[in-house]
Protein backbone atom coordinates (compact mmCIF):
# COMPACT_ATOMS: atom_id res chain seq x y z
CA UNK A 1 0.00 0.00 0.00
CA UNK A 2 1.06 3.75 -0.62
CA UNK A 3 2.54 5.59 2.20
CA UNK A 4 3.88 8.72 2.46
CA UNK A 5 5.09 9.96 6.05
CA UNK A 6 6.48 13.83 6.55
CA UNK A 7 8.92 14.34 8.96
CA UNK A 8 11.00 17.33 10.26
CA UNK A 9 8.60 19.47 11.62
CA UNK A 10 9.52 21.70 14.14
CA UNK A 11 9.02 25.18 16.51
CA UNK A 12 11.56 27.91 14.66
CA UNK A 13 12.41 31.18 15.42
CA UNK A 14 10.99 33.73 12.47
CA UNK A 15 14.32 34.15 9.72
CA UNK A 16 15.33 30.56 10.30
CA UNK A 17 15.35 27.45 8.57
CA UNK A 18 13.78 24.08 8.13
CA UNK A 19 14.15 21.14 5.65
CA UNK A 20 10.81 18.66 5.65
CA UNK A 21 11.23 15.00 4.18
CA UNK A 22 8.69 13.17 2.53
CA UNK A 23 9.87 9.49 2.40
CA UNK A 24 7.53 7.50 0.27
CA UNK A 25 6.43 3.31 -0.36
CA UNK A 26 4.72 1.30 -2.36
CA UNK A 27 4.38 3.30 -5.60
CA UNK A 28 6.92 4.03 -8.13
CA UNK A 29 8.10 7.03 -7.20
CA UNK A 30 10.40 8.06 -9.91
CA UNK A 31 6.97 8.43 -11.96
CA UNK A 32 5.18 10.64 -9.53
CA UNK A 33 5.34 14.42 -9.12
CA UNK A 34 5.54 15.22 -5.84
CA UNK A 35 3.34 18.42 -4.36
CA UNK A 36 3.70 20.31 -0.76
CA UNK A 37 0.70 21.78 0.55
CA UNK A 38 -0.28 23.13 4.09
CA UNK A 39 -2.98 24.29 6.02
CA UNK A 40 -2.99 26.68 9.13
CA UNK A 41 -5.97 26.39 11.58
CA UNK A 42 -9.09 27.85 10.33
CA UNK A 43 -7.98 27.81 6.41
CA UNK A 44 -8.49 25.89 3.31
CA UNK A 45 -5.72 23.63 2.69
CA UNK A 46 -2.95 25.44 0.10
CA UNK A 47 -0.68 24.60 -2.36
CA UNK A 48 3.22 25.15 -1.53
CA UNK A 49 5.10 23.72 -4.11
CA UNK A 50 5.67 20.93 -6.67
CA UNK A 51 8.25 19.19 -8.91
CA UNK A 52 7.59 17.18 -11.65
CA UNK A 53 8.38 13.49 -12.10
CA UNK A 54 9.89 13.45 -15.31
CA UNK A 55 11.63 16.88 -16.08
CA UNK A 56 11.95 18.18 -12.22
CA UNK A 57 10.94 21.51 -12.98
CA UNK A 58 9.45 22.92 -10.35
CA UNK A 59 6.20 25.49 -9.17
CA UNK A 60 5.90 27.56 -6.08
CA UNK A 61 2.85 29.23 -4.48
CA UNK A 62 3.61 33.20 -4.95
CA UNK A 63 3.95 33.72 -0.84
CA UNK A 64 7.19 31.11 -0.59
CA UNK A 65 8.89 31.64 -3.69
CA UNK A 66 12.30 33.13 -3.50
CA UNK A 67 12.33 31.37 0.14
CA UNK A 68 11.24 27.35 -0.17
CA UNK A 69 13.15 24.98 -2.43
CA UNK A 70 11.78 21.82 -3.95
CA UNK A 71 13.69 18.86 -4.69
CA UNK A 72 13.74 15.24 -4.96
CA UNK A 73 15.70 12.17 -5.02
CA UNK A 74 14.20 9.34 -6.67
CA UNK A 75 17.17 6.64 -5.94
CA UNK A 76 16.02 7.42 -1.72
CA UNK A 77 12.41 7.96 -3.20
CA UNK A 78 12.22 10.82 -1.15
CA UNK A 79 10.83 14.85 -1.89
CA UNK A 80 12.49 17.60 -0.04
CA UNK A 81 11.00 21.22 0.62
CA UNK A 82 13.99 23.02 2.06
CA UNK A 83 12.09 26.45 3.93
CA UNK A 84 14.40 29.52 4.36
CA UNK A 85 13.50 32.89 5.97
CA UNK A 86 10.41 31.60 7.81
CA UNK A 87 7.94 33.41 8.88
CA UNK A 88 5.02 33.39 11.61
CA UNK A 89 2.37 33.18 8.88
CA UNK A 90 4.31 30.05 7.54
CA UNK A 91 2.82 28.21 10.40
CA UNK A 92 0.67 25.48 9.35
CA UNK A 93 0.71 21.46 9.05
CA UNK A 94 2.52 20.09 6.17
CA UNK A 95 1.51 18.01 3.80
CA UNK A 96 3.16 16.25 0.36
CA UNK A 97 1.20 14.67 -2.34
CA UNK A 98 2.04 12.19 -5.44
CA UNK A 99 0.04 12.33 -8.55
CA UNK A 100 1.37 9.55 -10.88
CA UNK A 101 3.15 10.45 -14.61
CA UNK A 102 1.28 14.45 -13.09
CA UNK A 103 1.80 17.31 -14.77
CA UNK A 104 2.83 20.46 -12.58
CA UNK A 105 -0.44 21.34 -10.83
CA UNK A 106 -1.19 23.32 -7.91
CA UNK A 107 -4.85 21.70 -7.30
CA UNK A 108 -5.36 18.97 -4.48
CA UNK A 109 -7.48 17.42 -6.39
CA UNK A 110 -4.71 16.88 -8.73
CA UNK A 111 -2.83 14.37 -6.81
CA UNK A 112 -3.62 10.78 -5.91
CA UNK A 113 -2.04 9.85 -2.50
CA UNK A 114 -1.38 12.18 0.61
CA UNK A 115 0.64 12.12 4.14
CA UNK A 116 -0.69 12.65 7.45
CA UNK A 117 1.34 15.84 7.91
CA UNK A 118 3.74 17.47 10.15
CA UNK A 119 3.86 20.23 11.96
CA UNK A 120 5.76 23.52 10.84
CA UNK A 121 5.45 26.58 13.96
CA UNK A 122 7.30 29.46 13.68
CA UNK A 123 7.58 32.18 16.80
CA UNK A 124 7.99 35.83 15.78
Known amino acids: QVQLVESGGGLVQAGGSLRLSCAAS????????MGWFRQAPGKEREFVAA????????IYADSVKGRFTISRDNAKNTAYLQMNTLKPEDTAVYYC?????????????????WGQGTQVTVSS
Open 51 to 58: IMWRSGST
Open 26 to 33: GLTFSSCT
Open 97 to 113: AAAYFGELRTTRGAYDY
